[in-house]
């Protein structure tokens, strides 16, 4: 954990780690007898089921739950179906997980399914929507949304993690290709790249337009993004889809690269596995695996009260069982023993304006706690600037009263969307 | 499964490990120099002093928190500091029922009611002290307080010897460096410039203390008096001794920027501080106090929340569509 230096007057500088320069080759996980795919779709009794218990699934099968379903997943193995049941996340949106047992002989023989791929967004959707490193098909092939710049991230958006970059320095004809092909099924006119100021990539780009980010964080945020390198400013509660600019990482265009070659998907995802003393390991695990194998392969022993933190420590989510699987938009586990666990407080803001010195898009934060504390998310979205966080976490990190401030915000801007919610349904 | 039971919580999950405590203590730490200072120059009743000061306004706190039935907070060291801060500003041989009195106004009425750590919209250590300095006024004449004391000094209190005597008079009796190092009469804390002086960059440094408020109120001290005393030299007197004697270095790094009364924005920082050192140098030369830190503070901390909602613009704000 960074920690405070002795002096302070200037504000913290949390930098970026860099992939090493000849990195070593991914650590791989033998894909295990069960496996957890998610799915972003609750499951209703009263409709019919496509998926049910004991079903055998291909390698490389689609898997709806219903017949009218617009979420699906990929099986990455040839095996029966053995549990479905409900996971809900922090907010407690309700999804499903499927557990799938392998069957071993049968996955290491088969080829994967193979999709009628054509140079359309729409059939690409069709079946990619799951690849490692999550392409954002479905917002690519919605008619609703005017997509005219697509920029590949090759440099991560948390601390500590160098998944992407990892896969840029390493696959670096695939991204060539798979931006080809890109650029072919979406047909849109501008692509640029993101990659680390520092990061030397030999050979470079060709044709695409690269944006060297700063090594400082939070400039590789989307919303930094846009104002450093596409002079353009995310307007308060709209993302930059709304702008017509999608993000893409490095790992999903390698993986469209893969997939249109064999006309097939792939499962393997690369990771980087942060553990208690800070070492990263990097692996490429299928999509699925429970973390608690990986945690296996590398001795990192869970104990209670420590906590999982996947994506980043800045921006990330803890999970509660260590059996959370492996998702398509993974890229950073880190694991924090109980001792190092920062404590938080039930104190009041004392107005030290240490997140006003440090907030990268100037949210009064001090006043705006007031407000979310009291629930007024209304005012506090009219008055004091909710909608323009670019939710770095910097606030809290910094926060002397060690106020949960980036959890505030957060359940301020989705109590809002509901009450709006509210609102146009009574309207 | 074997189920483990992990910690679950939200992002950030680092933390730059600040807290209050090291707050609190880095400030009392910063306070270190004037205070030993203080203490030799004025023995063992300012020992007394201080220390009463200090634990009995960590006592109304615990007392509060007891009645009203919240968490004991004084863990945060919030009301040591309101208390250390306080005894800083008395003289040395100030009375122990004064000494309780004023704490229990400076951490009861000033802090408590309000809702604690926070939420007070004075410095409270400042209430406290106007408090005392309306209701016994005679506790405050420093040069009546030292009466006892031998010093190889000028045994006059700066300030009311300006007030009461004029510039002429004084003219030569307070070398600034005197002042700097603390060769004068006045509180326990409040002589010792440079003690200050260093503690105050100390916290700057830390990041406990805005540079913006005390730089700026330095500057106000600086171009106001200056102003004054070149339009009439003869009546007012130069940035000198305004700058080194009295409350005024204690105002600029331990009075002026405490957090919870004062502003964040950079402007109205520079503001705040600028317009609490007006009002000093106002209050000395026209009011008819001899030293207006106490009340030009408190009355600055009434305006804190109007002059803060001057405040950059927020990124994507007003762009509708780009």
Not at chain 1, 89 to 107: E, M, P, R, W
Not at chain 2, 110 to 138: D, E, H, Q, R, T
Request: charged share 15%; proline share 5%; net charge negative.
């Amino acid at each position: 954990m960074i920690k405070r230096s002795f002096f302070t007057l200037a504000k913290p500088r949390l930098n970026y780690d860099l992939v090493e320069p000849d990195p070593k080759e991914l650590e791989s996980i033998p894909i295990p007898s069960n496996l957890i795919l998610l799915l972003n779709e609750s499951i209703d009794g009263t409709k019919q089921a496509l998926v049910k218990e004991g079903n055998t699934v291909e390698k490389g099968e689609k898997l709806r739950l219903y017949n009218e379903s617009t979420e699906y997943t990929i099986s990455p193995v040839t095996g029966t179906i053995a549990t479905i049941d409900t996971f809900s996340d922090d907010f407690g949106n309700n999804a499903t997980y499927l557990v799938i047992k392998n069957d071993q002989s049968q996955t290491t023989k088969a080829n994967s399914t193979t999709y009628d791929l054509k140079d359309d967004i729409a059939s690409a959707d069709e079946y990619l929507r799951a690849l490692p490193g999550a392409p954002p098909l479905k917002t690519l092939a919605n008619d609703d949304i005017k997509i005219h710049t697509i920029v590949i991230t090759c440099a991560d958006t948390d601390l500590l993690s160098t998944t992407h970059q990892y896969v840029a320095s390493k696959f670096l004809e695939e991204i060539k290709q798979g931006t080809q092909i890109l650029k072919k099924i979406t047909r849109v006119p501008k692509l640029c790249i993101t990659v680390p100021e520092n990061l030397n990539i030999p050979g470079g780009f060709d044709s695409i337009q690269v944006f060297k980010t700063a090594l400082e964080y939070p400039s590789n945020l989307p919303a930094m993004i846009l104002k450093d390198h596409l002079n353009m400013v995310l307007p308060a509660g709209k993302t930059p889809e709304d702008l017509g600019i999608c993000f893409i990482t490095a790992e999903a265009v390698v993986s469209l690269a893969r997939a249109y070659k064999t006309k097939s998907a792939g499962f393997e995802k690369i990771l980087t596995v942060i553990d208690k003393q800070g070492t990263q390991h990097r692996v490429k695990a299928t999509i699925g695996t429970p973390l608690r194998r990986i945690f296996n392969t590398f001795s990192i022993h869970v104990n209670d009260q420590d906590r999982i933190v996947i994506g980043g420590p800045m921006k990330g989510f803890a999970t509660y069982t260590h059996h959370h699987p492996v998702q398509p938009d993974m890229d950073t586990v880190m694991i924090q023993d109980r001792d190092i666990i920062p404590q938080l407080s039930d104190n009041p803001c004392i107005n030290c304006g240490k997140c006003i010195r440090i907030c990268p898009v100037n949210v009064p934060v001090n006043i705006l706690v007031r407000y979310l504390e009291a629930d007024q998310y209304e005012e506090a979205a009219d008055k004091y600037d909710l909608e323009s966080c670019i939710e770095c976490g910097l606030c809290a990190y910094v926060c002397t009263a060690r106020i949960p401030l980036y959890q505030y915000i957060r359940l301020g801007k989705h109590e809002l969307f509901n009450l709006r919610a509210l609102e146009t349904a009574n309207e | 499964m074997n189920n483990i039971k992990l910690t679950v919580s939200h992002a950030p999950f680092w933390h730059d490990g600040d807290s209050l405590f090291k707050m609190n203590l880095n400030i009392m730490i910063a306070t270190l120099p004037a205070v030993i200072f203080g203490i030799i120059q004025f023995g063992a009743p300012a020992v007394g002093v201080l220390a009463l000061s200090l634990s009995s306004a960590m006592i109304w706190e615990l007392i509060l928190n007891l009645i009203s039935k919240k968490k004991l907070s004084i863990g945060d060291l919030d009301s040591a500091v309101i208390g250390l801060v306080f005894g800083m500003m008395l003289p040395a041989i100030s009375p122990w029922w004064l000494v309780i009195t004023g704490t229990f106004v400076a951490v009861v009425l000033g802090k408590m009611i309000f809702g604690g750590i926070g939420a007070n919209p004075f410095n409270p250590a400042l209430v406290g002290m106007a408090f005392l300095m309306l209701s016994w006024k005679v506790f405050f004449d420093f040069d009546a307080a030292y009466v006892n004391y031998e010093f190889n000094f000028t045994a006059l209190a700066p300030l009311a010897a300006l007030k009461f005597q004029g510039v002429s008079e004084i003219a030569g009796l307070f070398p600034t460096g005197d002042l700097l190092m603390g060769k004068q009469v006045g509180a326990i804390g409040s002589t010792f410039g440079l003690g200050l002086i260093i503690g105050g960059i100390y916290l700057i440094l830390k990041g406990y203390v805005r540079w913006e408020i005390p730089v700026s109120f330095i500057a106000g001290i600086i171009v106001t008096a200056l102003c004054f005393s070149m339009a009439n030299p003869d009546t007012y007197a130069g940035p000198g001794i305004h700058l080194f004697s009295g409350y005024t270095l204690f105002g600029a790094f331990f009075l002026a920027t405490e957090n919870s009364s004062s502003p964040v924005n950079r402007i109205p920082m520079l503001l705040y501080g600028f317009f609490a050192a007006v009002m000093i140098i106002l209050m000395r030369n026209i009011g008819v106090y001899e030293d207006g830190t106490v009340l030009a503070i408190l009355l600055l901390n009434v305006v804190n929340p109007l002059i803060d909602t001057i405040r950059p613009k927020v990124l994507g704000k007003g762009v509708n569509n780009a």
